[in-house]
């Protein structure tokens, strides 16, 4: 496996899959020596991502949402086409919306890029409206997109701000449409998040919406997670690479949900 940053987020998937790992097993499932493995978990340990045990590791509890410098690299090339994909739905003068996560922070650089919308120099081709301090810090510098960023409670894990000032701001604003990350999303339970606070930050904003774009890779369809965001019945366009499968995309579909395959 290639250096030690793919390692640890590898390990890191592995803890959140397993709730804990030993040596000898994540060593052979990654290929490496054991000596390599406990190096990696003693420096994860070192920057209180997991907690270290007899023979392994198991997850540390400020861990349970990887922050994002672990999960960007993971279907990394399938989340930039999704981004180019939902970019091209945004017309020029729109009000968007972006929630926090490794997909929305590719569809904000993808917007921030588009030719058509920065040829026009310093006047505002695109309103972005977000709770996310990553994708603000990379869009403040952008001199045709106006930004708003709510307020709220930083969560280090996502880089997003929830809680009720972030809600607040909300409530006083309209959006065009509103590109919705997610951690899993299904016909059943539809868009959810494993943390309950990222999920009401990312309702308010779907709620503000004419029309409400889910992005998520193909390993997210068909899952759920702890706290629901809002049903399927309210998402109007679910942007996905192509390793989802016609099973999973037509159910999207017959829900009534239109489903790009980037």
Known sequence: MAGPQA?????????????????????????????TIRRDLDELARQQMVTRTHGGAALNAIAYDLPLRYKAARNAP????????????VKAGAV????????????????????????????????????????????VVRRHVKLVVT????????????????????????????FIGVDAIDVAHGATAHHEGEASINRALA??????????DSSKLGQRAFARICPVEEIDVLV?????SDE???????????????
Not at 79 to 84: L, N, P, T
Not at 123 to 130: C, F, H, K, L, M
Not at 248 to 262: C, P, Q
């Open 207 to 216: 709620r503000r919406a004419e029309r409400v774009v889910a992005v998520a």
């Open 96 to 139: 968007v919306g972006l929630n926090g996560g490794t997909t929305t922070t590719e569809v904000a650089r993808a917007l921030a890029t588009r030719a058509d919308l920065s040829s026009g120099g310093a006047e505002t081709a695109v309103t972005v409206v977000t709770n996310a301090l990553n994708i603000a810090n990379e869009l």
């Open 78 to 89: 399938e989340k930039e086409r999704i981004a180019h994909a939902a970019a091209e739905l």
């Open 248 to 262: 999973l995309t037509k159910s999207f579909m017959a829900a009534g949900v239109e489903v790009i395959r980037a």
């Open 151 to 178: 307020g709220g409670v930083a969560r280090p894990a996502s880089y997003e701000l929830i809680g009720p000032l972030a809600t607040e701001l909300l409530a006083e604003i309209a959006l065009d449409l509103v």
């Open 240 to 244: 996905t690479d192509k390793a989802a």
């Open 7 to 35: 390692r640890w987020s590898a390990l890191l998937e592995m803890l959140t899959r397993d709730g804990r790992i030993e040596v000898e097993a994540a060593a052979e499932e990654l290929g490496v020596s054991a000596a």
